[in-house]
């Protein structure tokens, strides 16, 4: 499972520089959207072949900019009960502030690995400057600058060889169901619905931290864990920002699972937050299924159905073949439907398609409508297969791979989906030399 790193500090030290420059390593788990709101204090970053996780705490806070010590104290105290690595972030050229002081004060308190980033070194006086820091308690500190990235690489090297790596999911192969979205959308009902008090879970190993619990369900012809995150434990002295807590649950099951069931609230629609959530799931390879909760309360028509699922749909797009349920948790509406159809993406994600039937099927669509030249160069793909990886991959053998555009790609996506069903299950292609 990966390690989750959160970068804290007082505002304005450059903690959303330094976040925007780790996750620039690799795609950031959220897209920017024209029209949809998303975003940016979450992505996945990855140094020397080890993937991480990295939360940007400042993006939680509010009224940052008027220094709220109240609201970054909280998201100190959330970074240290939730990562497993803390980046602490200071302004060299500010020098230590009271502020500064406060979170070293809560930092040194804690077992978790703490790291202390002096920020804006990007000369030889500052980097002596950078010393005076050593007041603040921590052994490990780092001078650098995260506009142009000078000591990152450094940073990134202890980073990693700081991080520990636990198995958390039960040994067998069984599937792992996640079920995750918002507070207070109905992840409790549904869990307590199909579960009842007939209990079997597995804990991860004691003295960890992890949120994740799997609970065996072994009814109706049916054996598989659920991955609960919901109400596990109980409310903390300090008030919780609950989308900054919800967001680091859902990291830690998603990665857990094998097939995410997001629930969405019917009263409220699909929001960027359920957004974010299904594109980590998406772009950790994850099988999907969109639960709309409370759906017993909504006032209907006929059509109530079809306009709901075209309104997610619209904000889902391009990865629109995602099955989508409409269930009341609470009145077990539909909850059986729920595991029939997480069942079947399961199985779709694992499902391996011959690379006769690719070819046959997929050449004939490339001879419709070849990849547009580029550069003056007339692109060919002439082969096509499924690649070994524990979700679908497929590549496409070229003769200029790399001119070969996004448009296209989403075409033969497209394709493969049209032919052979992969609905709630991500796709990856890429294109290789031939």
């Not at 040194?108 to 400057?129: A, F, G, M």
């Not at 500190?141 to 700081?162: A, H, K, R, W, Y």
């Not at 394709?415 to 890429?430: A, H, L, T, W, Y």
Request: aromatic residues 10%.
């Amino acid at each position: 499972m990966n390690n989750i790193v959160a970068i804290v500090g007082r505002p304005n030290v450059g903690k959303s520089t330094l976040f925007n420059r780790l996750i620039g390593m690799k795609k950031a788990i959220v897209d920017e959207k024209s029209g949809v709101t998303r975003d940016r204090h979450y992505g996945k970053s990855e140094w020397n072949g080890v993937s991480f996780h990295v939360i940007d705490t400042g993006g939680y806070v509010v009224n940052s900019e008027d220094i709220f010590e109240g609201e970054i104290k909280k998201q100190v105290l959330f970074a240290i009960e939730e990562s497993d690595i803390i980046l602490f972030i200071v302004d060299v050229t500010s020098g230590i502030t009271d502020l500064d002081d406060d979170i070293a004060n809560l930092l040194r308190k804690t077992r978790k690995k703490v790291i202390l980033v002096v920020n804006k070194v990007d000369n030889n006086q500052r980097r002596y400057e950078a010393n005076e820091f050593y007041k603040l308690g921590i052994r490990d500190l780092f001078p650098i600058s995260s506009i142009n990235g000078s000591g990152t690489g450094e940073l990134l090297d202890t980073l990693v060889e700081n991080f520990t790596f636990k198995e958390e999911k039960p040994e067998d192969d069984l599937p792992k169901f996640a079920i995750v979205g918002r507070p207070n959308v109905g992840k409790s009902s549904l869990i307590n619905s199909l579960i009842g008090e007939e209990r079997n879970i597995v804990t991860p190993e004691a003295g960890t931290t992890r949120d994740s619990i799997f609970i065996r369900y072994r009814k109706y012809n049916h054996d598989f864990y659920l991955v609960d995150t919901a109400g596990i434990r109980k409310k903390r002295k300090v008030s919780e920002n609950l989308e900054f807590y919800s967001v680091l649950r859902a990291i830690r099951a998603i990665e857990s699972s094998d097939v995410c069931l997001v629930m969405i609230d019917a009263t409220r629609g699909l929001e960027s937050q359920d957004l974010n959530i299904i594109n980590l799931a998406k772009k950790n390879h994850k099988g999907l299924v969109i639960l709309v909760n409370k759906w017993d309360i909504i006032e209907k028509d006929t059509n109530s159905i079809l306009k709901f699922e075209k309104v997610i749909k619209q904000k889902l797009e391009p990865f629109t073949d995602i099955p989508i349920l409409f269930i009341s948790a609470i009145n077990k509406q539909r909850i059986y439907k729920v595991l029939e159809k997480a069942l079947v993406v399961f199985e779709k994600r694992k499902q391996k398609i011959s690379t006769s039937r690719l070819n046959n099927v997929l050449l004939k669509a490339i001879e419709k409508y070849s990849p547009p030249a580029a550069r003056g160069r007339h692109i060919k793909i002439k082969y096509i297969t499924q690649l070994p990886t524990h979700a679908p991959s497929f590549a496409f053998f070229s003769n200029f791979p790399d001119l070969i555009k996004e448009p296209y790609m989403r075409y033969l996506e497209n394709r493969i989906r049209e032919n052979f069903d992969f609905s709630g299950v991500p796709i990856q292609i890429f294109f290789r030399k031939k």
